[in-house]
């Protein structure tokens, strides 16, 4: 089995900044890339950011500048530090993990950016 846990979601003024965590546990020899997607409401599901084991990243152009993926390989967990947040990055954030190929999801965490 695969566990994937999100933290670190909330409210935030535009502006603001948060820092999400995600950790990964269970059968995950074999873990490769590590990343956030967002859903917003009426939204499909949209990539983040991705990070490699050997810390390639990659980020949609609606983030670049603003926030930063990083990951601790030992501890298997990887984070999202989100900077100037707009109303527009309100979404809940999901994590994803690649493990030998097969995809494993988290349960999700709200973001909502408001004043």
């Known amino acids: 089995q695969v566990q994937v846990v999100e933290s670190g979601g909330g409210l935030v003024q535009p502006g603001g900044s948060l820092r999400l965590s995600c950790a990964a546990s269970?059968?995950?020899?074999?873990?490769?890339?590590m990343g956030w997607y967002r859903q917003a409401p009426g939204n499909q599901r949209e990539l983040v950011a991705t990070i490699t084991s050997g810390g390639m990243t990659n980020y949609a152009d609606a983030v670049k500048g603003r926030f930063t993926i990083s990951r601790d390989n030992g501890k298997n967990t990887v984070f999202l530090q989100m900077n100037s947040l707009k109303p527009e990055d309100t979404a809940v954030y999901y994590c994803?993990?690649?493990?030998?190929?097969?995809?494993?999801w988290g349960q999700g965490t709200q973001v909502t950016v408001s004043s």
């Open positions: 994803n993990i690649l493990v030998l190929n097969t995809g494993y």
């Open positions: 269970g059968r995950i020899f074999g873990l490769y890339a």
